[in-house]
């Protein structure tokens, strides 16, 4: 996450000159992509699979895991009544406050699994308590973040920025999970959650001091004066960014349960090891960082849509490949759930750089801040709903099963069955996605039919004289 100031942004300016050779160039975003670094080695512990295995350690069931892994998405929603204050207090301010406060919480967390006088139901309480308010002062605060690169970066230069942006993401994450799991080893102890979860604090403190080295970027006079001047309902309801939403909330549902409930599934099913999990899931992270200078390319040559339909196909094939293990036909090996994992990765990676320049591309000016806090908050919901609602299914189904032949199919069978079928309906989907340049065909045709029929009119007055 990123911004813009004198000391460590340089723009090259000249009066009305806007050719490519004179436009914008930026310089000195180190401390931005210091800080993304630095946060995913941090949430991806907090937020990601190191969490959702000590709450299963505290006797969490799948509802309850769903619960947790919802709270990030759920409480994004305190975007929207925050974005009328970001321009008040300015980018850096607003995120520096929220981010400074939450670590606080992620350091109480790193002392639960050290209090063993406690029981288990009260500790797994107080872990759902601290998270909770964690992600509220995340859902406040990450609100100003994508207006903010936005402000910073110009169109012509994003995908650059994205693709660097995705990498140190991915990056940060593979050597948080790969630590993590080296760390536990076999099965988690106390004491090493424990580290694990210190760990976490400790690049989360470090993310605030490249915050503060993040130059500021006032907002836009439009953007400032958007809060007044953009009606929610034209913001809900412009075609562009109402498809790009109905989209992003299909894909929610497939996306949303499957980090939570593939890692339930090889602990609890498979009988994996904690450590093993978070070192198989890391290569997750390694595919989509080999894959993102590929990505770029792409865009640049094929378009948005041409990407987003290739990784939404991959997507839907490894659901295939995880049913397939859940249901006996294939043995989960670490090498197979590493195999799978890896693809993930690399279609995780073309999907949101696709997704993110599709996205910045149809947020107009003016609304700008709440374009993005509704959007933000109407996707997260779907992130949130998913594994709440799949996590409930499996408890229900937590005692069904059936064996058709050498198959046998049991609620997580079922959950990945669910996960193929939304791959299908999310890829058609896309269609009917606009992006920008055929927006602006749109517009030139619309323009040239209107100065047509302006010359026939012409002409037919011209005729009856």
């Known amino acids: 996450m990123s911004n813009p ?15 490519p050779e004179r436009r914008p160039v930026l310089k000195g975003l180190g401390s931005a992509y210091g800080f993304v670094l630095t946060n995913a080695l ?12 000590f709450a299963k350690a505290l006797g969490a069931s799948p509802g309850m895991l769903g ?3 919802a709270l990030t998405p759920l409480l994004t929603i305190l975007q929207i009544p925050a974005a009328k204050y970001i321009s008040r207090f300015g980018y850096r301010q607003f995120m520096l406050l929220g981010w400074s406060v939450r670590t606080i919480f992620i350091f109480l967390i790193a002392l639960l699994p050290l209090l063993e006088s406690l029981s288990a139901n009260v500790r797994l309480g107080f872990l759902f308590v601290f998270l909770f308010f964690f992600n509220t002062l995340r859902g406040i605060s990450s609100g100003a973040w994508l207006p903010w690169i936005t402000e910073v970066v110009p169109e012509a230069d994003r995908s650059r920025y994205l693709t660097t942006d995705g990498i140190l993401l991915h990056l940060g994450g593979f050597c948080a999970l790969l630590l993590s799991g080296l760390f536990l080893g076999g099965d988690g102890v106390a004491w090493k959650f424990s580290g694990v979860f210190l760990f976490s604090a400790l690049a989360g ?6 915050i503060r080295r993040i130059p500021e970027a006032p907002a836009s006079e439009v953007s400032r004066l958007s809060g007044k001047m953009v009606p929610w309902r034209a913001i809900i309801f412009y075609p562009p960014f109402f498809k790009l939403v109905v989209f992003n909330l299909l894909f929610t549902m497939l996306a949303g349960s499957f980090g939570v409930f593939a890692v339930t599934w090889l602990r609890g099913n498979a009988a994996m090891p904690e450590g093993t999990i978070l070192m198989l899931l890391s290569t997750s992270f390694l595919g989509a960082i080999l894959s993102y200078p590929l990505v770029r390319r792409q865009l640049d040559r094929v378009g948005c849509r041409r990407v987003l339909r290739f990784a939404l196909f991959v997507m839907t094939t490894i659901m295939i490949g995880w049913a397939s293990c859940a249901s006996g036909l294939v043995v989960a090996t670490p ?4 195999t799978l994992y890896i693809f993930w990765g690399v279609a995780s990676a073309f999907f949101n750089l696709a997704n993110a320049r599709l996205m910045m591309s149809t947020m107009p000016e003016m609304g700008r801040t709440h374009f993005y806090a509704f959007f933000s908050t109407i996707v997260s919901l779907g992130f949130g709903l998913s594994p709440i609602f799949f996590g409930f299914v499996l408890d229900l189904l937590s005692d069904w099963a059936v064996r058709v032949g050498a198959m046998l199919i049991d609620g997580y069978v079922a959950f990945f069955m669910s996960l193929i079928f939304l791959g299908f309906v999310t890829a058609s989907v896309v269609f009917c996605l606009e992006e920008k340049t055929d927006l602006e065909l749109k517009t030139t045709s619309k323009k040239r039919i209107f100065e047509l029929d302006g010359a026939l009119r012409r002409l037919g007055r011209l005729l009856h004289r």
């Open 42 to 53: 941090s949430f991806n512990i907090t937020l990601g699979a190191p969490v959702i295995l």
């Open 335 to 338: 090498w197979i759930v590493a």
């Open 205 to 210: 403190a470090a993310s605030l001091a490249f």
């Open 67 to 69: 619960v947790i892994g």
């Open 5 to 19: 100031m004198p000391s460590e942004l340089s723009v090259a300016q000249s009066s009305g000159d806007t050719s």
